[in-house]
């Protein structure tokens, strides 16, 4: 099956800073990819995606990109705000199981004011 | 819209005993999945459920069934509990034909 895996475990950076994670997947029959973040006590929520067909996507200072080939994706986040700190988790989605999400171990962001 | 709503929010059980918790989707889904997350790690996936049958299934023993009723809200259900199933349960509702899924807050299940 498919397997994610997710670096780094933790991260801290200085409010104002940006903040990357990455993630790499074995299957190559993955072709959708979210990103969720989880704040304490509370469920994942989604905060982008991305599909197969597209190699980059923002939305305001979030965006993600997509290598197929090397089979990585990564989250990138600008300008961080002591807001963003929560736990991110990158997953992916092989299209043969429907909506299966194979999710990484997480990222513990701390952003510090 | 209330999004995807879950209940009980916290549960003690003791150990051998059953619990069943639920789960409604966000208004217009009609494909629920469950997901086991313990504390540190991502959630992994435990089965999902559409058309009241359930559609893929996870590396999880038999102990754990549910169901779906015909209003798409679910059911999971864990029989003989081990001290082990301890863990945040998440239901995540989404569209058969559209991967995005959107997550509720989660049952903290204890066994003791």
């Known amino acids: 099956g498919e397997n994610v895996e997710q670096h780094p475990s933790t991260l801290s950076v200085q409010e104002g800073d940006s903040a990357v994670i990455k993630c790499t997947y074995s299957d190559s029959a993955s072709n959708y990819f979210p990103w969720y973040k989880q704040e304490l006590g509370k469920g994942p929520q989604l905060i982008i995606d991305?599909?197969?067909?597209?190699g980059e996507k923002k939305d305001q200072r979030i965006a993600v990109t997509l290598n197929k080939t090397a089979k990585h994706f990564s989250l990138h986040i600008t300008e961080t705000q002591p807001e963003d700190s929560a736990v991110y988790f990158c997953a992916a989605s092989p299209s043969n199981t429907g909506n299966q999400f194979y999710f990484g171990t997480g990222t513990s962001l701390t952003v510090i004011p | 819209d209330a999004g995807v709503t879950q209940s009980p929010t916290h549960l003690i059980k003791t150990r051998g005993q059953q619990v069943t918790l639920r789960c409604s989707p966000k208004?217009?889904?009609?494909?629920v999945s469950w997901y086991q997350q313990a504390l540190g790690q991502g959630p992994q996936f435990i089965f999902q459920?559409?058309?009241?049958?359930?559609?893929q299934r996870g590396n999880f023993p038999d102990r754990f069934s549910g169901h779906q009723f015909p209003n798409y809200s679910s059911e999971l259900n864990v029989n003989a509990l081990l001290l082990g199933d301890s863990a945040l349960y998440l239901c995540a509702s989404s569209l058969v034909l559209n991967t995005e899924a959107f997550f509720g807050q989660g049952t903290r299940l204890t066994v003791v």
């Open positions: 208004s217009g889904h009609d494909t």
């Open positions: 459920y559409y058309e009241e049958e359930e559609r």
């Open positions: 991305i599909r197969s067909n597209v």
